[in-house]
T-cell receptor, first 116, second 112 residues
Framework: GAGVSQSPSNKVTEKGKDVELRCDPI?????LYWYRQSLGQGLEFLIY????????KSGLPSDRFSAERTGGSVSTLTIQRTQQEDSAVYLC??????????????FGSGTRLTVV | LAKTTQPISMDSYEGQEVNITCSHN???????ITWYQQFPSQGPRFIIQ???TKVTNEVASLFIPADRKSSTLSLPRVSLSDTAVYYC?????????????FGTGTSLTVIP
């Protein structure tokens, strides 16, 4: 597609339920990133994919968080047993190369997750 | 990792030039300086990138002094549509996501 597409745009879920967030990157972009942005805060790195592998999972806040990427394209971020502190905007970005000093990131509009 | 420090917020009147300064005292030799802009309910968008001296594009200018421990994003003649959060990032060619520190950015409000 023309840009990075994320779905759903908004998600309200009950505490303890599992949620899946989807990211469809720009076609041909090999690198994919997930970030989290809490209200009024900066972006918190979660995980990075190069192709289908995730060389850097250092930002995942707990083992309730997992992510996968298939076919070098779509990625899914799964949060199990959601907690209220998981409420945030989850942003996905893709870039055409693993290297490049932060220039080539194209972000989606994010998924706003609210845990009630 | 080179973290950055920016003012939390700034106000400016329409038509004025706005300068946002970012401190990055522990910048590494091969680090670049990149600025992103974020509007409400959108993801950040690349504005400009530089390594040293001055870089200019159709949107902004970036001034980097010789010691590279700071940088200044300059927005000429701002309009209401420039109201956004501006992030300064520092990193090198081999860095990946966790090594780009977005921080809280600078919230710019343009006043009519």
């Amino acid at each position: 597609g023309a840009g990075v597409s994320q779905s759903p745009s908004n998600k309200v879920t009950e505490k303890g339920k599992d949620v899946e967030l989807r990211c469809d990157p720009i076609s041909g972009h090999t690198a994919l990133y997930w970030y989290r942005q809490s209200l009024g805060q900066g972006l918190e790195f979660l995980i990075y994919f190069q192709g289908n592998s995730a060389p850097d999972k250092s930002g995942l806040p707990s083992d309730r968080f997992s992510a996968e990427r298939t076919g070098g394209s779509v990625s899914t971020l799964t949060i199990q047993r959601t907690q209220q502190e998981d409420s945030a905007v989850y942003l996905c970005a893709s870039s055409s190369s693993r290297t490049g000093p932060g220039r080539g990131y194209t972000f989606g509009s994010g998924t706003r997750l609210t845990v009630v | 990792l080179a973290k950055t420090t920016q003012p939390i917020s700034m106000d400016s009147y329409e038509g004025q030039e706005v300068n946002i300064t970012c401190s990055h005292n522990n910048i590494a030799t091969n680090d670049y300086i990149t600025w992103y802009q974020q509007f409400p309910s959108q993801g950040p968008r690349f504005i400009i990138q530089g390594y040293k001296t001055k870089v200019t594009n159709e949107v902004a200018s970036l001034f980097i002094p010789a010691d590279r421990k700071s940088s200044t994003l300059s927005l000429p003649r701002v309009s209401l549509s420039d109201t956004a959060v501006y992030y300064c990032l520092v990193g090198g060619p081999s860095n990946t996501g966790n090594q780009f520190y977005f921080g809280t950015g600078t919230s710019l409000t343009v006043i009519p």
